[in-house]
């Protein structure tokens, strides 16, 4: 079966920098995707890694290793409007399903 | 690009009606869509998995009888929430898989049913 861990809460100060982590456990891996929900709101897509390495976007970069099944999401100079949920989540290669894990909140403080 | 859209976003019916709720690819074909429900600060559940033109998959636990799915086209699928109880109260979402794409699936802005 497949098993995601992350946090379930952070908070973080307004521009500072934060690191979500998120550890998997899978068969068949096939890529690991961030998506971001605010309260109230569908998630919306942030990253997808498929190699190992870290990806960057803008204020946000998530970083893979397949080896440790584990990435991170780390966001920098936070602004208030990234207080959400973050999800983890992994695809499979034996199914079309992507399977998420339980989302960090993140509070960010003034 | 890669919008997803459902209607309607919000809907309060009674006890015992059906509730009819679309998801639509926008500016990409999908041949996969998938249907999640989502409990207040709770993560995503996987309900089903719709092919287009094929019968959907679901997950253990969610009967197939009570979310009846339709994928009619490469751009809509429909859930209908049959003889709909107050537990059925909660946040759908869909997601659409463009057709011969990655496996990035883009999310519809979710509909909130209410039943009273």
């Known amino acids: 079966g497949q098993n995601i861990d992350q946090p379930t809460e952070m908070t973080a100060t307004e521009g500072a920098i934060v690191q979500i982590n998120c550890t998997y456990q899978?068969?068949?891996?096939?890529?690991l995707f961030w998506y971001q929900q605010h309260a109230g709101e569908a998630p919306t897509f942030l990253s997808y890694n498929v190699l190992d390495g870290l990806e960057e976007k803008g204020r946000f970069s998530s970083f893979l290793s397949r080896s440790k099944g584990y990435s991170y999401l780390l966001l920098k100079e936070l602004q208030m409007k990234d207080s959400a949920s973050y999800l983890c989540?992994?695809?499979?290669?034996?199914?079309?399903?992507?399977?998420f894990g339980k989302g960090t909140r993140l509070h960010i403080l003034p | 690009g890669a919008v997803v859209s459902q209607h309607p976003s919000w809907v309060i019916c009674k006890s015992g009606t059906s509730v009819k709720i679309e998801c639509r690819s926008l500016d990409f074909q999908a041949t996969t869509m998938f249907w999640y429900r989502q409990f207040p600060k709770q993560s995503l559940m996987l309900m089903a998995t719709s092919n287009e033109g094929s019968k959907a998959t679901y997950e253990q636990g969610v009967e197939k009888d009570k979310f009846l799915i339709n994928h009619a086209s490469l751009t809509l699928s429909t859930l209908t929430v049959t003889s709909a109880h107050p537990e059925d109260s909660s946040f759908y979402i869909c997601?659409?898989?463009?057709?011969?794409?990655?496996?990035?699936?883009?999310f519809g802005p979710g509909t909130r049913l209410t039943v009273l």
């Open positions: 899978t068969s068949g891996f096939n890529g």
């Open positions: 997601s659409a898989r463009e057709a011969g794409g990655a496996d990035t699936q883009y």
């Open positions: 989540a992994v695809s499979s290669n034996r199914d079309d399903k992507i399977i």
